[in-house]
């Protein structure tokens, strides 16, 4: 008989400042690694305007003096400068990758699974293009996947455009990659509705990684 699905912790918090929810996944990052077989968590939010570069980002790909007033951190995710905003969702798995399969490659594939099927509700054909990472729309960009993944422990995660204005991405070359458009999904599907994708998102989470998703209070990150 197949195994029970692995009960994974929701959080969806809303719009939160991007140091508030970097904090969060420190904190269950570090419980999962002094506990290791606590259950998996997933935290579905939005943030405020903020810019993000990986670890080893280059300002290159800044088109605006790092100095000035805008909002902007260097974080231990792999990848180059992206850019996060209302009206696109955010998810940061945090799983021990030795509960399911403990290979970075098949991460990566199974997050762009997810987006691909989170897409295809809406019969919009979610596409990968080799040798890059992240899910595309007719040649246009509409979700980013950033990744740590340390002793098996994932954190940081997927960012897909849904309603969100797009002008933030003029500022930078998003990925690193100047030669493809960043889009959301309203360009392809007008009445798209941003609530019924988040949850279409965590649906499609749990089915591809075989979790039970139980809800729980904010309060738990914060305590």
Not at 89 to 100: G, Q, S, T
Not at 167 to 175: A, D, H, K, M, S
Not at 207 to 216: E, I, K, N, W, Y
């Amino acid at each position: 008989m197949p195994s029970p699905p692995r009960p994974c912790w929701l959080y969806c918090p809303g719009i939160v400042p991007y140091a508030q929810a970097w904090q969060w996944q420190r904190r269950l990052v570090g419980d999962r690694r002094n506990q290791p077989d606590l259950a998996d968590a997933l935290i579905v939010l939005q943030h405020p305007p903020v810019y993000t570069l990986g670890q080893g980002a280059s300002e290159v790909f800044l088109q605006f003096d790092p100095q000035r007033d805008v909002e902007l951190y260097r974080v231990e995710r792999g990848g180059e400068v992206t850019y996060h905003n209302p009206g696109q969702w955010v998810a940061y798995p945090i799983l021990n990758l030795r509960h399911h399969h403990p290979d970075l490659h098949w991460y990566l594939r199974r997050l762009e699974d997810v987006l691909i099927q989170t897409l295809g509700v809406y019969q919009i054909k979610g596409e990968r293009i080799p040798g890059l990472t992240g899910v595309w729309v007719e040649g246009v960009k509409v979700a980013a996947i950033g990744i740590k993944v340390s002793r098996w422990l994932t954190w940081h995660g997927i960012a897909l455009n849904v309603t969100n204005d797009l002008r933030g991405f003029r500022q930078i070359v998003p990925c690193g990659i100047g030669d493809r458009p960043v889009g959301n999904l309203l360009q392809f599907k007008s009445d798209i509705d941003g609530e019924d994708v988040r949850d279409r998102l965590i649906e499609a989470f749990a089915q591809v990684f075989g979790l039970s998703m139980v809800p729980r209070p904010i309060s738990d990150l914060e305590t």
